[in-house]
């Protein structure tokens, strides 16, 4: 069994910073990509970033530039570095760890962005 839980959430200015974590438990997580996805109301859940077991990554048009993610295979956990966030930056935030016969999902953590 394999338990995603984030953190790091919070209100911050536009302009401003945050770092997210997800930590997992679980022996799945040095040979598996992960994901951050966000889900904002009244819209549907969107993939922001994905790292490979192997490091390379890839982000969301809307993203890029600004944020970064990372993991540290030492501490089961990943990172959403996000800098220079903005109003629609708003949602929560899920890891994920994909997986069959079914993903792996966070809790969520709400990351609110005031103008």
């Known amino acids: 069994q394999v338990q995603l839980v984030e953190s790091g959430g919070g209100l911050v200015q536009s302009g401003g910073s945050l770092r997210l974590s997800c930590a997992a438990s679980g022996s799945i997580f040095s040979i598996n990509a992960m994901n951050w996805y966000r889900q904002a109301p009244g819209r549907q859940r969107e993939l922001v970033a994905t790292?490979?077991?192997?490091?390379?990554?890839n982000y969301a048009d809307s993203v890029k530039g600004r944020f970064t993610i990372s993991r540290d295979n030492r501490k089961n956990t990943v990172y959403l570095q996000m800098n220079s966030l903005k109003p629609e930056d708003t949602a929560v935030y899920y890891c994920n760890a994909p997986w069959y016969p079914g993903d792996y999902w966070g809790q969520g953590t709400q990351v609110t962005v005031s103008s």
């Open positions: 790292i490979t077991s192997s490091g390379s990554t």
